[in-house]
């Protein structure tokens, strides 16, 4: 029976994709995403119930829109595979509603990080909407399993802390630091993370874009004025320490030991 719910969710997990990659291409644009129907971004067509089956419709058309035969995006497929495939890891082996509300908290949590990794790459911002929808799951799960020190000074810290660097940066430079998308973010990761985590989720994110960014520095992909999607580092150190806490035990006990 277990195996079957598997399935389940595994086929949930790719619906919840289709609907990511309605929300990575309209929410930058400020586009309608709940009633406006699916179109062709090339020739406007409007979409069948049959070429919106994820994965499937997309092998089925072989990659190409059904009347103007324009490439479809890889996005789209890779989004709705991942998004299933997350579903199924972060499913249980038990039924229950433990379990249940557990991995609905969590796979909610991946989707959104999922969405705002995505449009911060493409587009340079974290929308609002998906800040706002974090930080209240997180809140609501905060008032019943953490103690109000946790969430109150994780999510003062996270946002104050990073707030006053880009503050103080913007007057002694002239330019802006940290993007207002990613600020909030940090605030809102501080009511799960506590002030403890909140805290090495921003050392490790500096680190982790220290690393990456210095190579395509040195090579010239870059250039040293040239800004920098700052979120995909915060989103990452986020998912280790909030999906793979003992592995970011053990990435903390390098670094302090």
């Known amino acids: 029976m277990i ?8 086929i949930f997990g790719a619906m919840v994709g289709s609907f990511l990659n309605v929300l ?39 990659g190409k829109c059904a ?35 557990s991995y609905l908290f969590f796979f909610t949590i991946a989707c959104c990080l999922l969405v705002h990794f995505v449009i911060d790459i493409r587009h340079q911002i974290l929308p609002d909407s998906i800040n ?8 609501i799960h905060a008032i019943f399993f ?21 503050f ?10 940290l ?19 909140i805290i090495h989720n921003m050392l490790f994110a500096c680190v982790f874009g220290s690393v990456l960014m210095l190579p395509l520095l040195i090579f010239k992909i870059i250039k040293r004025d040239q800004a920098i999607a700052f979120g995909p580092f915060i989103i990452l150190v986020a998912v280790i320490q909030i999906f793979l806490p003992n592995i970011f035990k053990m990435m903390l006990g390098v670094v302090l030991f």
């Open 179 to 197: 993007g207002g998308g990613d600020i909030k973010l940090f605030g809102v990761l501080g009511i799960y993370l506590g002030p403890l985590g």
């Open 24 to 62: 990575i291409l309209r929410l930058p644009k400020g586009e309608k995403f709940f009633v406006d129907r699916s179109r062709c971004p090339k020739c406007g067509f409007q979409l069948k119930w049959y070429h919106n089956i994820p994965i499937i419709s997309y092998i089925l058309l072989r």
């Open 67 to 101: 009347r103007c035969k324009s490439r479809i995006s890889l996005q789209y497929p890779v989004i709705e595979l991942l998004t299933a495939v997350i579903s199924l890891l972060l499913f249980g082996n038990e039924i229950s509603l433990h379990t249940i509300t």
């Open 3 to 10: 195996l079957l719910y598997k399935v389940y969710a595994f």
């Open 132 to 139: 706002i929808y974090l930080g209240v799951i997180f809140f």
């Open 168 to 177: 103080v940066f913007y007057k002694l430079r002239g330019v802006v630091g």
């Open 146 to 166: 953490f103690p109000i020190q946790h969430w109150l000074l994780g999510g003062i810290i996270g946002f104050a802390i990073p707030y006053l660097i880009t």
